[in-house]
C-alpha cells in the first residue's frame, strides 16, 4: 500500500512510498526524524495518505500504529493494566469484555496475564518493548511502525523482538515498519527496504535487491552492512553470493576456496 | 601497576552472587553484559547513589569514607539520559563544573570537540550532549571515570571514536575508566573486557581473545563483531589460520 503525506514539500518533492503489506519494511537514512515527526504529528492532525485516500479519526487509528523509542514517551500510568485501559479510553474503543482484549492483546506478543498488575518500570527491557507493541495491538492497525526497536537492546532480545514480529506479519497479517539508523539490521530482518535521503526517497525495493546498490549508497554516504561490504571485496576474486547470513557466506566461502 | 579500584564481593539484589574487579591506575576497561544484568546499578553502586555494606576501596579506602566533595573530585559517573546542561554553550558548561583548565585545552585540541564545546547547549543534538558529558566527567575526575551504556545512542562509528577519545584521555590524564556496554562493537579498544553472564563475570581478560570465545559470549546474550565472528568461523574451518580485523585483509588470506 502507499503511504503519502499531503503536507510534506521539500524543494517541490512530495513524499511518498509503498509499504508492503504482510512483509517487514525497514526505513532508513538520514533525518529519519523528519519521517517518524511526520508519522506522528501527521497522524494527530490526520492527513496520511494511505493508497490515495485520506484517513482520518478512527480508519487512522486502525490503520497505523506508533511504537516509539522510548517506552518514558508512551507511558503514564504505573501498572501494564492501567495502562492498557488508559489507551482503550484514549482511542474510543469499548470492548465488551475489557479484559479479555487485555489478556488478547498481552498473549499475541508472548506476554502472560500476570504483567497487568505490574508495575511497568519493573518489567525487563524487552518485556517493557513488548508491551509498547501490545498496547498498539489493542486498536488492531495493519500496519505497526516501530521507532528503532532494538536500540536498547541486547542480541538475545532483539532475537525474541523479531520473532514476535514476524508471528505478527505471518499469523496476523500485519505490515511492519521498522524505522531505523542499523544497516545490519535492516539488511538482516526487513524483506522491503526504503533508503530516505536528503529530504526525498533515495531507494525502494527489495531489501535485499537495494543493498546490492553499493555504489549509490557509497556515493550518498550511507553506511553499508558489514557482510556486504565484506562480499563486495570478495567478488573481486570469487563470485561470492550475497547473503545475508554469516553461516550462508561461509558456506559459499569454503566452496571457493 | 598501582590498583585503584578494587570491588570485593560484591552482592546485591541477587544480581550478582559474589562479583569481584580490581583496576589499575590508566587502565581502560568495558564491562558487557545484557539487558538487565546490572551494568547501571553497579554504576549508581561506584556513584555511592546505592549504599550499602559493601566492599569497595578507592585508592586504598572504603568508598563509604570519603566526603561528598572528596568523591566528587575523585570519580564522576556518565549517565547518558540523567544530566543536566543549564550554560548556555558547552565551554560555559565544563567552567561552571570546575573542569580542569588543563583538560579543556586538551579537548579544545581536538577539532570535533571544539565544535561541540562552541555550540550552544540547546541546540546540540543527543549524541552532542553525551561527547559534553564524557568531556565533563573527563575533566573533572581525578582517578576514574565510569560510564553508563552509551551505546544505544551512538552509531558504530561514533562508538569507535568515543572509546578512542577515552582511551586517549586514560593516556593524557593517568585517569582509570570503566565503560558499561551492551555492544561489543568497539571493544576491542580496551585494555580489559569483562563479560557479565547471570552475576558472574563470565569472561575477563584482553578484548581480542575474549571475543574469539564466541559461544560464551553468545550465551551471554551478546552480539560478536561481524570480522571477529567470521575470521573465529573460518579459523574453525581451517580456511585461515589467524584473526584478521580488516577485511581486506581477510580476503587477501582466502585468496591470495
Redesign the interface.
Known amino acids: 500500500m502507499e503511504l503519502a503525506f499531503k503536507d510534506y514539500n521539500y524543494k517541490n518533492h512530495k513524499l511518498s512510498f509503498t509499504i508492503k503489506e504482510k512483509e517487514i519494511n525497514g526505513i532508513t537514512g538520514n533525518h529519519l526524524e523528519e519521517i517518524i515527526s511526520m508519522i506522528r504529528l501527521q497522524r494527530d492532525i490526520h492527513n496520511i495518505f494511505v493508497n490515495k485516500k485520506e484517513l482520518k479519526d478512527k480508519t487512522l487509528k486502525a490503520k497505523i500504529a506508533f511504537v516509539r523509542e522510548r517506552i518514558e514517551e508512551s507511558i503514564h500510568e504505573q501498572t501494564v493494566g492501567d495502562q492498557m485501559i488508559e489507551y482503550l479510553k484514549r482511542e474510543d474503543i469499548y470492548p465488551k469484555n475489557v479484559l479479555k482484549k487485555l489478556k488478547d492483546a498481552l498473549k499475541i506478543v508472548g506476554l502472560k496475564e500476570d504483567v497487568l498488575v505490574r508495575n511497568i518500570y519493573s518489567l525487563?527491557?524487552?518485556e517493557q518493548k513488548l508491551v509498547q507493541i501490545s498496547l498498539e495491538l489493542l486498536c488492531n492497525p495493519e500496519i505497526i511502525i516501530l521507532e528503532e526497536p532494538m536500540?536498547?537492546?541486547?542480541?538475545?532480545?532483539q532475537k525474541k523482538i523479531m520473532m514476535v514480529l514476524k508471528r505478527l506479519k505471518e499469523e496476523y497479517g500485519k505490515a511492519i515498519v521498522i524505522i531505523s539508523?542499523?544497516p545490519?539490521l535492516l539488511y538482516q530482518e526487513t524483506d522491503h527496504a526504503i533508503i530516505y535521503h536528503n529530504h526525498q526517497i533515495l531507494l525502494e525495493g527489495k531489501t535485499t535487491e537495494i543493498y546490492q546498490k553499493t555504489d549509490i549508497f557509497r556515493k550518498n554516504k550511507l553506511?553499508l552492512p558489514?557482510?556486504i561490504?565484506?562480499i563486495e571485496?570478495?567478488r573481486?576474486?570469487?563470485k561470492i553470493e550475497y547473503v545475508r547470513d554469516?553461516?550462508d557466506?561461509?558456506k559459499d566461502?569454503?566452496k571457493h576456496? | 601497576m598501582e590498583v585503584i579500584l578494587n570491588i570485593n564481593d560484591l552482592q546485591y539484589n541477587n544480581l550478582w552472587d559474589s562479583l569481584s574487579l580490581s583496576l589499575e591506575k590508566g587502565c581502560f576497561i568495558a564491562i558487557a553484559g545484557s539487558n538487565n544484568s546490572g551494568k547501571s546499578t553497579l554504576c549508581r553502586i561506584l556513584d555511592r547513589k546505592i549504599i550499602d555494606n559493601f566492599n569497595i576501596n578507592l585508592k586504598g579506602k572504603d568508598i563509604k569514607d570519603y566526603s561528598l566533595e572528596e568523591y566528587n573530585h575523585s570519580v564522576q559517573v556518565v549517565y547518558p539520559n540523567e544530566c543536566i546542561l543549564v550554560e548556555e554553550t558547552g565551554e560555559e558548561e565544563l567552567i561552571r563544573r570546575n573542569c580542569l583548565e588543563e583538560r579543556i585545552e586538551f579537548f579544545q585540541k581536538h577539532k570535533f570537540l571544539k565544535t561541540i564545546l562552541s555550540k550552544e547547549i540547546e541546540k546540540m543534538t543527543i549524541q552532542e550532549k553525551i561527547w559534553l558529558q564524557m568531556m565533563i566527567a573527563v575533566g573533572k575526575a581525578e582517578d576514574l571515570v565510569v560510564i553508563d551504556s552509551i551505546d544505544s545512542y551512538l552509531d558504530k562509528e561514533d562508538l569507535k571514536e568515543a572509546y578512542t577519545f577515552l582511551k586517549a584521555c586514560t593516556k593524557a590524564f593517568k585517569i582509570s575508566m570503566i565503560i558499561m556496554t551492551l555492544s561489543l562493537e568497539a571493544t576491542l579498544l580496551v585494555d580489559k573486557l569483562y563479560i557479565m553472564k547471570e552475576g558472574e563475570m563470565i569472561l575477563e581478560g584482553d578484548p581480542l581473545t575474549i571475543l574469539q570465545k564466541d559461544n560464551l559470549i553468545n550465551k551471554a546474550g551478546l552480539k560478536v563483531p561481524f570480522m571477529i565472528d567470521l575470521s573465529v568461523k573460518l579459523r574453525d574451518y581451517d580456511l585461515i589460520k589467524e584473526i584478521e580485523l580488516e577485511k581486506e585483509k581477510l580476503v587477501e588470506a582466502l585468496w591470495n
Open positions: 525487563s527491557t524487552s536500540k536498547v537492546l541486547d542480541g538475545k532480545n539508523q542499523d545490519e553506511p558489514e557482510i561490504e565484506f571485496m570478495a573481486k576474486h570469487q554469516i553461516r557466506l561461509i566461502i569454503y576456496v
